[in-house]
Nanobody, 118 residues
Framework: VQLQASGGGLVPAGGSLRLSCYAS????????MGWFRQAPGKEREFVTS????????TYADSVKGRFTISKDNGKDTVYLQMSSLKPEDTAVYSCAVRYFGRDDFERWGQGTQVTVSS
């Protein structure tokens, strides 16, 4: 599976942004797609995930109520709608997949920069 993330940019605090992650290739192997982020000097952290077929979602506590993950089945694209953005949300956001039979996320996309100004 190849992943292509897009939609990052510069927004003021309190603003909104929508990221997209398009998956191509053998998507029938995908169990879950997730979004992760990494701020400068920090470890990469989990943001949210969605099951590829059933649509069940999981969120990090830091983004609950502000971020929404969704999937367009017809387009093999997962969206991350981010609202009420805070400066601490500034990071490179990447998408990744977890295959059936695997425990870890892999096949990371190239990432997209999100910068929230105060």
């Amino acid at each position: 599976v190849q992943l292509q993330a897009s939609g990052g940019g510069l927004v003021p605090a309190g603003g909104s942004l929508r990221l997209s992650c398009y998956a191509s290739g053998r998507t029938f192997r995908v169990r879950t797609m997730g979004w992760f982020r990494q701020a400068p000097g920090k470890e990469r952290e989990f943001v949210t995930s969605i099951s590829w077929r059933g649509g069940s979602t999981t969120y990090a506590d830091s983004v609950k109520g502000r971020f929404t993950i969704s999937k367009d089945n017809g387009k093999d694209t997962v969206y991350l709608q981010m609202s009420s953005l805070k400066p601490e949300d500034t990071a490179v956001y990447s998408c990744a997949v977890r295959y059936f039979g695997r425990d870890d996320f892999e096949r990371w996309g190239q990432g997209t920069q999100v910068t929230v100004s105060s």
